[in-house]
């Protein structure tokens, strides 16, 4: 599975898997969908994000928690 809109740089956000390369952590938008905020909310959190990013965010991380692996930077 290919994950566009996710980026893992070792020289941005310390190899955080981030959004589009902007510094807004994949853990960080999957933690607020958890908690329960609304798609509007997040997206008026992060005005750089777009909806494609949450649904991008949380297949990434449906396919690293399949692989055993965490969504932050070893």
Request: hydrophobic share 45%.
């Amino acid at each position: 599975m290919r994950f566009t809109r996710i980026a893992v740089d070792p020289r941005q956000m310390g190899g955080v898997p981030c959004l589009r390369g902007l510094r807004i952590p994949v853990a960080t938008v999957v933690g607020m969908v958890a908690d329960g905020m609304a798609e509007t909310e997040i997206l008026a959190a992060y005005p750089d994000l777009q909806r494609e990013d949450i649904a991008a965010a949380l297949r990434y991380a449906a396919a690293v928690r399949e692989r055993g692996r965490p969504l932050t930077a070893p």
